[in-house]
């Protein structure tokens, strides 16, 4: 059978519109294995055109449809049909499985890598997203993603050392090796489908080394916590108020920088004095009593319109990031006005001074909503621990005035 022409297509499009009756045309041979066809229907006001992939197997006509003349002309569905259909069928696959075969470029798997986190509520899609767009414009976004090399990686990752930001070097290297790893494995995850196929053999940047892990030790002795506290209080500088605020109830609770940061109305139970979280860093829920000088300085908030307790300086409508909390703190130590310490550096502190006050290390542990490993707290215990969470703020709060008062009673003498 000859193969089509425009012109033959157009002239059936006004049989069909004429006699209003449903016309098949075919694109040259295969009869018996399968080939390109357009399926021409009269509607009431219009007549439909579509380009299918037809196959027979098993003595059954299966159809899949690539797409609409005349949006799709007649050389697209060729292409198409021969890319991704034609190979197919002489082996005598079904055209139902059938999908893009072009190797996925640079931009497609980290597009599909972000999306895989923002589907999946990781909170670190955002910043996973604005790391990749840069390395994907200086790799070649419309590169095959199956032809970056290790030292290509190497080269965007050593003047980022070289310059002495080696945590950044080593979140630059985390990210593209979790791209990758995604990849290999997200062609056979059946349970997702991702637009294009990228034909990985190998993760580039699996043999990169990582950088070693400085643990910190760092916590603030009970003269070092009232130091910063008070000046958080009273600062000597103009700062944003709600960022003093945040990094108080962080002091106060020892909860994640991230989740004090994003603390919104909702989350917040004045009657009970309980800020409860949906959905946490380890994807769990978490709901922990306050201490009773949390509960007032959080009383003390009047949340904004869009109902954030710390929001951001610059745009109101979203909540301060963990990240400008990190460099309000660094700003201040800099300057030699409070005790060196990072955010992380809090909630340790939290842990050791609440230890010293005589709560138990299981419910310093629930209280900070650290994953719990052992086989009986991760799948048999679903008590929530409400009483004991209680009992043991109000042991800390009771520790925390009385090393407020007894500074501010050492000051006035």
Not at 12 to 26: P, Y
Not at 29 to 54: C, F, N, S
Not at 121 to 127: D, H, M, N, R, V
Request: proline content about 6%; hydrophobic content about 35%.
């Amino acid at each position: 059978m000859p193969s089509l022409t425009d012109g033959e297509i157009r002239r059936a499009l006004k049989q069909v519109e004429t006699t209003g009756k449903q016309l098949t045309l075919v694109d040259g041979e295969g009869h018996g294995t399968g080939r390109l066809i357009l399926v021409m229907k009269p509607m009431p006001t219009r007549v439909t055109a579509d380009w299918m992939a037809q196959q027979w197997r098993d003595a059954k006509r299966l159809k899949k449809k690539l797409g609409s003349y005349p949006s799709m002309p007649l050389s697209k569905a060729r292409e198409l049909f021969n890319r991704d259909f034609a190979d197919m069928i002489q082996k005598g696959r079904s055209i139902k499985i059938a999908g893009d075969t072009r190797p996925g470029t640079v931009a497609d798997l980290f597009e599909a890598y972000v999306a895989h986190l923002k589907e999946g509520g990781k909170s670190s899609w955002k910043e996973a997203e604005k790391g990749l767009n840069k390395i994907a414009d200086t790799l070649g976004r419309n590169r095959p993603a199956r032809d970056i090399e290790p030292d290509e990686i190497t080269a965007i990752i050593r003047p980022i050392y070289e310059r002495g930001k080696r945590s950044m070097a080593d979140h630059v290297r985390s990210y593209i090796r979790s791209a990758f790893s995604w990849g290999l494995k997200s062609e056979h995850d059946y349970r997702s489908t991702a637009a294009r196929r990228f034909r990985l053999t190998y993760n580039p940047a699996a043999g990169i080394p990582t950088e070693p892990k400085t643990i910190g030790t760092r916590w603030l002795s009970e003269d070092e916590f009232v130091r910063l506290y008070r000046w958080l209080e009273c600062p000597d500088t103009p700062v944003h108020p709600s960022y003093a605020r945040a990094v108080q109830i962080i002091m106060l609770t020892g909860q994640r920088v991230e989740e004090i940061a994003r603390l919104h109305v909702d989350q917040w139970d004045a009657k009970e004095r309980i800020i409860d979280w949906t959905k946490t860093k380890n994807l769990q829920p978490h709901a922990v009593p306050v201490p009773s000088l949390a509960a007032e300085l959080i009383q003390s908030i009047i949340p904004n319109e869009y109902g954030w307790f710390f929001p951001s300086a610059k745009d109101p409508s979203k909540p301060v990031s963990h990240g400008t909390l990190y460099s309000f703190i660094w700003r201040q130590r800099d300057r030699g006005v409070i005790p060196h310490a990072t955010n992380r550096d809090l909630r340790r502190t939290f842990k050791t001074l609440a230890g010293k006050a005589g709560i138990p290390k299981e419910i310093r542990d629930r209280l900070q909503n650290h994953a719990l490993q052992d086989v009986s707290s991760k799948h048999y215990d679903r008590w929530n621990y409400m009483v004991e969470k209680r009992a043991g703020m109000a042991k800390w709060d009771k520790f925390v005035r009385a090393m407020l008062a007894k500074k501010r009673l050492k000051a006035a003498a």
